[in-house]
């Protein structure tokens, strides 16, 4: 097994769709190099800025597979797993390993409230199912639903399985990231956390290496320029890359990610519309969204076009 | 106002003696452990001091009682909460009669309230009082209901003395948008740490802390309190896993769905020589099994050894 060291705001590409709803090869080939062009330490896809649970499993396939070929080594490919059903999960996974992915992301299937029991059969047999190394997408919910990786799950999987190298974290909350951290941690050194987006201050000093990006789509340089602060514990830096990264969330996370794909359209990359029941993101919304970033100075400091 | 910033704070437990009665005799000890242990100032009495247990002539008495051992030596921070707007303002106009530094108060138990029902609810705690008020946003378990951004942000707006957000919630995206939103329409506002996860409150530019924990190891609170007070995040980290470590404990104990830790807190303080009683029904304290489980888990944790046996 190969071995990463996974650090630093990682990409998640959108999906480029073409006006009529369907996956634009080009596009999406413009949209990766972008990223890597302009320092994503990884690429991830198809996580939900991605639109992944509205592409089919075909689809899925030849995105991970134009992924791959576009990023051409320069940079690990992490391919998502997760699906409504655990067989499409599995025959994801045996994709990614055939088509030279580096690695997978993956979740027990969303909106059954899993157990904590069915969430470590579930992991466990597309852990064994691959070769490739596995991380886990931890989504607890308020009130108890979502997909909750605690602590001892995490340790149970880091005992039954090798290959578990890491885990997107999205529960955003100091006892339950510590949790994990402090426990997962000590059983697997490099064991790699990695927020699901860029809440990442609260967590860097605790053992957090990077995040999943969701603004990266806009502000790539804001990204590169958070980490480096993180990495050089500049802690006036990181809170001010922090707090425009927090006001740029509170725009894009209704409706995720039809204003996101209306944003990065106004500055030059035709990723097109947002595939139903999602909404497609309005002129005056797009509009809107501009004055925002023109005010949080995010329009005269980030790349225009591919 | 001047700014008040209160640093360091320890949050007492309550004490009963075996009747379930109030061990004035016992607080005396506990205050002054307190005070003799590091803490900056006092806030009581918190979740951890049982302020939903206490009747309404207790939680006055208990105050006085307070504010007359403590002298002045600290500052003391009275907790008002409560699912009545109008027991919580008097309770408030009372602890600032006795000379108090500060109100605390967190959303109303209970009545599951829509935001503006909170907003109206401690606006009105606020403006009784001519004290640094601060909101409390209680785990999400505890009250059923949480502060949220908006909350906070209508708050300023609306009460000059808001003086911060103790946060014990501990939602990344909270604590975010507390700070980069509501610094710009009050300078000062502060973020004070609810629980003793003081790095991530204070790498977001948080500062201070109400901690549960400074009744059991106060000297790894102080030694994490001043590694986040010099900015020292990444090296908090070993001590901040071990408050994790002991909080989890603590919390593990207990048959609340709320998690409070109260028997865990209470079991903890008796075997290291500080009988505090148990905690007032219906809160059920541990069985012989649990506590055994609770005491080698805590023999287990080398870094204890250095705090204080005793009173």
């Known amino acids: ?306 | 106002m001047p700014t008040f910033r209160p640093g360091l704070v320890h949050t007492p437990v309550t004490p009963f003696k075996k009747d379930h009665s109030i061990d004035y005799d016992t607080y005396a000890k506990v205050l002054e452990f307190h005070i003799r242990n590091g803490a900056e100032a006092l806030a009581l009495p918190m979740p951890e001091g049982e302020d939903m247990s206490l009747t309404d002539p207790e939680l006055r008495s208990l105050l006085k009682f307070a504010m007359e051992q403590v002298k002045g030596r600290v500052p003391v921070i009275a907790h008002v909460s409560d699912a009545g707007t109008s027991i919580a303002i008097e309770r408030a106009l009372y602890a600032q009669s006795l000379g108090v530094a500060a109100i605390v108060s967190h959303p109303p138990y209970f009545w599951h309230p829509k935001p503006s029902m909170v907003v109206e609810h401690l606006a009105r705690i606020g403006n009784a009082v001519k004290l640094p008020f601060f909101i409390f946003n209680p785990p999400v378990e505890s009250v059923g209901t949480t502060l949220s951004t908006e909350i906070v942000l209508e708050l300023i707006e609306k009460l000059p003395n808001l003086a911060g957000v103790v946060d014990a919630g501990l939602d990344f995206v909270f604590m975010e948008e507390v700070m980069c939103n509501g610094r710009p329409l009050r300078p000062d506002l502060q973020l004070i740490a609810g629980a003793d996860f003081m790095v991530s409150a204070g790498a977001l530019g948080g500062s201070g802390v109400f901690s549960p924990l400074s009744s059991i190891a106060p000297r790894l609170v102080r030694e994490l309190f001043e590694l986040c007070r010099k900015g020292q995040f990444v090296e908090a980290r070993a001590a901040q896993e071990n408050i994790g470590a002991l909080n989890h404990a603590i919390k593990a104990a207990g048959a609340s769905g709320l998690r409070d830790g109260l028997t865990g807190l209470k079991t903890v303080l008796a075997s290291m020589g500080r009988d505090c009683g148990v905690p007032r029904p219906p809160v059920r304290s541990a069985g012989e099994i649990e506590r055994g489980h609770l005491l080698e888990a805590i023999a287990a944790m080398p870094f204890l050894k250095d705090e204080p046996r005793g009173w």
């Open chain 1, 1 to 306: 097994m190969k071995n990463f060291n996974l650090h630093g705001v990682m990409q998640a590409p959108v999906t480029p769709l073409k006006d009529d709803f369907s996956f634009d090869v080009s596009g999406f080939e413009k949209m990766v190099d972008f990223h890597v062009r302009h320092g994503a330490p990884a690429i991830a896809w198809p996580h939900h800025k991605a639109e992944s649970l509205n592409l089919t499993i075909a689809e899925r396939k030849l995105g991970a597979e134009i992924a791959v070929k576009t990023v051409a080594g320069r940079v690990p490919v992490s391919i998502f797993a997760g699906t409504l059903s655990e067989e499409d999960s599995l025959d994801i996974a045996r994709h990614a390993q055939k088509i030279g992915a580096d690695m997978l992301l993956t979740i027990s299937p969303y909106c059954r409230r899993p157990s904590q029991e069915e969430i470590f059969d579930s992991i466990v047999r597309i852990g064994t199912h691959t070769d490739l190394p596995v991380l886990t997408y931890n989504s607890p919910w308020r009130n108890g639903e979502g997909v909750e990786f605690t602590a001892e799950l995490t340790k149970r999987l880091i005992d039954r399985l090798p290959n578990y190298i890491g885990m997107k974290d999205a529960s955003f909350h100091s006892e339950k990231f510590l949790e994990i951290s402090r426990v997962a941690l000590k059983m697997r050194p490099g064991f790699s956390i990695i927020q699901g987006v860029e809440h990442l201050l609260a967590a860097y000093p605790l053992g957090a290496c990077g995040s999943f990006s969701s603004s990266g789509a806009i502000a790539p340089n804001l990204c590169n320029k958070f980490y480096a602060s993180l990495v050089a514990r500049d802690w006036e830096t990181a809170r001010e890359c922090q707090f425009k990264i927090s006001r740029l969330w509170r725009l894009f996370k209704e409706q995720y990610p039809s204003s996101l794909k209306g944003a990065m359209i106004m500055m030059g990359r035709s990723v097109g519309p947002t595939r139903s029941p999602l909404p497609t993101a309005t002129k005056e919304r797009i509009e809107f969204l501009r004055k925002q970033l023109e005010e949080l100075n995010i329009l005269q400091t980030e790349p225009h076009g591919w």
